[in-house]
């Protein structure tokens, strides 16, 4: 009993020392906290082993209860400052804490009321005194206190339940589905240090992952904000969560996806299919088992499913419109397009009467209203800027037919791209001509709402608008991009099998004007929040392991 007590008491005394750090940030604090608390629990112990007091036992049996935690909480603070440490310091801090957390279990083994009577004689003769309420809620709340501790010890390093709190992994998890998420063979680091368990495995395409989210700052304070509030969140009981944003939401974080790509290769997402191409391949291939995770017909799902989502993205009949424009677009006669933006070109100059007297093309539209929806929406106004603008059928020209020059694209993408930007294209250019021709004849406002030739354009419009605003969902160009490029090792590409509602590393939380085919000068321009990122696999905590409730769908995840 007294050398494991001083064998607790030095390790405890030297990690105490550990964490020393001068007076300026809150880093400070970890040093009296873990002073005056091994002061205190070796005190108490020390007492009574010279004098065998009981009424040190209890006092000591709690502090020891809590020693780890306390030692641990006071790492945390020293790690919490501006500074970032020492790493062989912070080796050195986590193998003292490993000394004394063994050792103070050891000796509160030692204290067992078994063994204890063997050195306090007294002890098992001494009348049990009656506890009150006040006591028994205390000795309640200290049990609760303690569970939420180990629990907190036990998420760290081992396992967390995990409950799925969206639907980005419909049909696979359903919100509100538990699961098992094993974190040792990750290799899961101390709170706030690169000290941890080694990392036991890598991770293979389909692998469903927990991960730290990339798309939040991995800033000290973020982390330190992370532990604290998995720390409320085991006290409160699943009762409070401050991990929020600065705007006060909660975080997204973790996240549960799929590894869908993985070191060494390049990968692309077109019309729901994903491809892949490694160093040495000539080009990209599909990816065929990712069409066993890939959802994207929720509403064609099994009704024993369907009922069990929130959030149904598209109808089956929006869904079959959405295959429709990718059939349209991929299937262009390029010659044919060619030969109709020449046409038209030439049809609106006829109609504008050859006016222009200029060379160069003025400059009528600015980046920002070239968008599908601001461009459309200004289409009267617009062709009336051309007809009455020195050089508006030049600028008509240019736009309609400047892509021509250079139809080569590198991979699908681009060209499925540069096929639907001609699909917007070849309308506008027909409602630019149409309406021309309106207002060539004098037609009144109400002739031109009403014509029938602009209400179908501005359908198909519509359809291709519509298409735009999924597209993102189903489509990705090369990543990474350039050749050469590959996932590094060691990181790895996840999204959710819910494609189109799950916001994952294929995007930002930002919305910016993208060109839909960047080799256009002349592009149409859409909201897009592609910006695929892989992930770091120090960020990846576990592996989705087992689905342990509802009942019904317990089972290991395909």
């Given at each position: 009993m007294f050398a494991t007590l001083a064998v607790c008491a030095a390790s405890?005394?030297?990690?105490?020392?550990?964490?020393?750090?001068?007076?300026?940030?809150?880093?400070?604090?970890?040093?009296?906290?873990?002073?005056?608390?091994?002061?205190?629990?070796?005190?108490?112990?020390?007492?009574?082993?010279?004098?065998?007091?009981?009424?040190?036992?209890?006092?000591?049996?709690?502090?020891?209860?809590?020693?780890?935690?306390?030692?641990?909480?006071?790492?945390?603070?020293?790690?919490?400052?501006?500074?970032?440490?020492?790493?062989?310091?912070?080796?050195?801090?986590?193998?003292?804490?490993?000394?004394?957390?063994?050792s103070s279990v050891l000796l509160l083994r030692g204290v067992s009321d078994k063994r204890v009577n063997r050195w306090i004689p007294d002890m098992a003769a001494a009348p049990s005194s009656k506890r009150g309420l006040a006591a028994q809620g205390l000795e309640w709340i200290d049990a609760l206190v303690q569970?939420?501790?180990?629990?907190?010890?036990?998420n760290l390093f081992l396992f967390q339940l995990y409950a799925i709190p969206s639907e980005s992994m419909v049909p696979e998890f359903m919100i509100g589905d538990?699961?098992?998420?094993?974190?040792?063979?990750?290799?899961?680091?101390?709170?706030?240090?690169?000290?941890?368990?080694?990392?036991?495995?890598?991770?293979?395409?389909?692998?469903?992952?927990?991960?730290?989210?990339?798309?939040?700052?991995?800033?000290?304070?973020?982390?330190?904000?992370?532990?604290?509030?998995?720390?409320?969140?085991?006290?409160?009981?699943?009762?409070v969560n401050i991990n929020v944003d600065e705007f006060g939401e909660i975080k997204a974080d973790p996240l549960v996806k799929r590894v869908t790509a993985v070191p060494g290769e390049k990968i692309m997402l077109v019309d729901g299919i994903l491809y892949r191409r490694r160093a040495g391949d000539s080009r990209f291939?599909?990816?065929?088992e990712d069409a066993r995770w890939a959802t994207w017909n929720l509403a064609g799902l099994p009704m024993s499913q369907k009922a069990l989502v929130q959030r149904v993205v598209l109808t089956e009949e929006q869904f079959r419109e959405l295959e429709s424009v990718e059939s349209i677009r991929a299937n262009l006669d390029l010659e044919s397009v060619k030969r109709e933006c020449r046409n038209l070109a030439t049809r609106f100059a006829n109609l504008k009467g050859n006016r222009d007297t200029v060379s160069r093309?003025?400059?009528?539209?600015?980046?920002?209203n070239r968008e599908i929806v601001a461009l459309y929406q200004s289409n009267?106004?617009?062709?009336?800027?051309?007809?009455?603008?020195?050089?508006?059928?030049?600028?008509?020209?240019?736009?309609?037919?400047?892509?021509?020059?250079?139809?080569?694209?590198?991979?699908?993408?681009?060209?499925?791209s540069r096929n639907i930007n001609l699909l917007l294209k070849l309308d506008f250019g027909r409602l630019v001509v149409r309406n021309a021709e309106l207002i060539s004849g004098n037609a009144t406002a109400e002739e031109f709402a009403a014509d029938r030739e602009r209400i179908t354009l501005l359908a198909d419009a519509d359809r291709y608008r519509v298409y735009m605003l999924e597209h993102d969902q189903r489509n990705m160009g090369e990543f990474p991009e350039?050749?050469?490029?590959?996932?590094?090792?060691d990181n790895y590409f996840m999204m959710g099998d819910n494609r189109f509602n799950s916001l994952d590393m294929r995007h930002s939380l930002t919305v910016h004007l993208e060109e839909i085919d960047r080799e256009d000068p002349w592009s149409f321009l859409y909201r897009s929040n592609l910006d695929p990122q892989y992930v770091p696999v120090d960020r990846i905590l576990g592996t989705a392991t087992f689905r342990f409730w509802p009942l019904s769908r317990a089972g290991i995840p395909e």
């Open positions: 405890a005394a030297l990690y105490t020392a550990s964490c020393f750090v001068p007076p300026g940030d809150v880093s400070f604090w970890g040093f009296p906290l873990a002073f005056l608390y091994t002061a205190a629990a070796f005190f108490q112990g020390f007492r009574l082993l010279s004098k065998k007091d009981r009424g040190s036992l209890g006092v000591f049996r709690k502090l020891m209860e809590y020693l780890p935690f306390a030692l641990l909480f006071s790492f945390v603070l020293r790690r919490s400052g501006a500074g970032d440490g020492s790493f062989l310091l912070d080796l050195a801090s986590v193998i003292l804490w490993l000394g004394a957390s063994v569970a939420a501790c180990l629990v907190l010890l036990i538990r699961v098992v998420v094993i974190k040792t063979p990750s290799g899961p680091k101390f709170p706030l240090s690169e000290v941890g368990i080694p990392r036991m495995r890598s991770y293979s395409r389909g692998d469903i992952v927990i991960f730290s989210n990339p798309h939040y700052n991995d800033t000290k304070a973020a982390r330190v904000r992370s532990f604290a509030s998995q720390l409320v969140y085991m006290l409160t009981f699943t009762a291939t599909e990816v065929a093309v003025p400059d009528l539209l600015s980046r920002a009267g106004e617009f062709t009336r800027t051309l007809l009455t603008t020195n050089g508006g059928a030049l600028w008509f020209s240019s736009f309609m037919t400047d892509w021509i020059a250079d139809t080569g694209r590198d991979n699908l993408f681009d060209e499925r350039g050749e050469g490029n590959y996932i590094p090792a």
